[in-house]
């Protein structure tokens, strides 16, 4: 195996167990490793510190483990058995009404790079390093040994999450069962779920907690869920009694799938509509209309650092147009799951669109990613979901 050294001084944050290396912290290399290949990482005095996958980039170690050990079969079972073991603990694993949930989020689980939803008897697992990819056939097997005859099939699904110049030639496909039930269910709701060709995984599985709490204040109210993607809040607004629903996304793709949410949950109720349309172009054309709840759950804005001015202004525009077009005592729901916005400093972007507005603005909750996306207490970069409820006079 590949023996890695690192500066001095550059093992601080090792010990303090975040799972990165960065390129900049490497002294030197004993062999030559391919990405994705297992390097043992030692400190400039020749301990031992970290196992890890190899890769290509600013972050050159992905750690999997801070002991010497093998990274085998053994590791992939006892690191799925813990992660299923968290979600049970949290009532999320055996319900009869519910049967989706992510079991595996990356660096939260003490996995970085792999990430896996279970939607009912089918896992979607996605590889977002090389490692893992070069793994996907060992922790499948361990998935289908912890998760035992509850699962019978693995869709693998990392065609866009893999870094492009590895040239890995990836394609999605099964890698136990097939031609799987598309339908989950997420308390009590159904939804059909394209692993196929959908965003992350077929399903915003981080948004759930939110949708219930957007239920509780949906009766009566006219409500309107921008981005709407597959329609989760759309359906969760349903059932909570909103008096009319209208849910739009540039995707004509997307319209056809809340459609088909909508139906399945809801046949011939006409309270819903679904438009395909640019949002800002949606919300400049709507004229004085206005909607009593608004959801604002944009894709991510920001992918990187470098990106993070531009997202900030398209925060501002985005919510400056909702506080235009929302009732007076309405409620804004708006979201940023951009990784490189902080906190703050999406809280900030809402103040300056608030202000922009002239609008009276109270903050009612502050929302997060729910507890089977953890974040590791090493790694607060997992953080990555922040929601305002904001109640606009």
């Not at 009590?188 to 394209?194: A, N």
Request: proline share 3%.
């Amino acid at each position: 195996m590949i023996h890695l050294y690192l500066k001095r001084g550059k093992d601080e944050s090792l010990r303090r167990f975040h799972p990165w290396i960065f390129s900049g912290a490497v002294h030197h290399l004993e062999g030559q490793p391919q990405e994705g290949d297992l390097v043992r990482v030692f400190t400039a005095d020749g301990d031992f510190i970290a196992i890890g996958h190899w890769q290509v980039g600013s972050i050159a170690v992905r750690v999997l483990s801070f002991i010497d050990e093998p990274i085998d079969a053994a590791f992939w079972h006892r690191r799925l058995s813990t992660a299923l073991d968290v979600r049970r603990s949290i009532g999320l694993v055996g319900r009869p009404d519910h049967n989706t949930f992510r079991l595996v989020h990356g660096e939260g689980d003490c996995l970085p790079g792999l990430v896996i939803d279970i939607y009912g008897a089918t896992a979607v697992m996605q590889a977002h390093s090389v490692g893992m990819h070069l793994c996907r056939h060992d922790v499948a097997q361990a998935l289908k040994e912890v998760m035992g005859t509850a699962l019978r099939h693995i869709f693998y699904k990392s065609e866009t999450t893999l870094p492009f110049k590895a040239g890995l030639g990836q394609e999605n496909g099964f890698l136990l069962g097939g031609d799987a039930d598309d339908v989950a269910v997420e308390n009590g709701l159904r939804f059909h779920i394209d692993w196929l060709r959908g965003q992350k995984t077929g399903f915003f599985v981080d948004q759930r907690d939110n949708r219930s709490l957007l239920e509780r204040y949906a009766g009566g109210r006219s409500v309107l869920n921008m981005f709407c993607y597959t329609g989760g809040f759309s359906v969760y607004a349903m059932r909570g009694g909103a008096r009319l629903v209208h849910s739009v996304d540039s995707s004509a793709k997307a319209v056809d799938l809340v459609n088909d949410n909508i139906a399945l949950n809801f046949p011939g109720d006409q309270r819903h509509q679904a438009f395909a349309e640019d949002a800002f172009r949606y919300l400049q054309q709507m004229g004085d209309a206005a909607y009593d709840l608004i959801i604002l759950d944009p894709p991510a804005f920001a992918k990187h650092k470098d990106a993070l001015r531009n997202a900030l202004k398209g925060y501002i525009r985005l919510n400056a147009r909702a506080f235009e077009k929302i009732a007076p005592g309405g409620l804004l729901f708006t979201f940023s799951c951009s990784q490189a916005v902080s906190k703050d400093q999406f809280r900030t972007a809402v103040f300056t669109a608030a202000a922009q507005s002239g609008r009276n603005v109270r903050i009612l909750h502050q929302l997060h990613q729910p507890a089977d996306h953890p974040v590791n207490i090493y790694h607060p970069e997992g953080e990555y979901l922040k929601g305002l409820v904001l109640y606009v006079d």
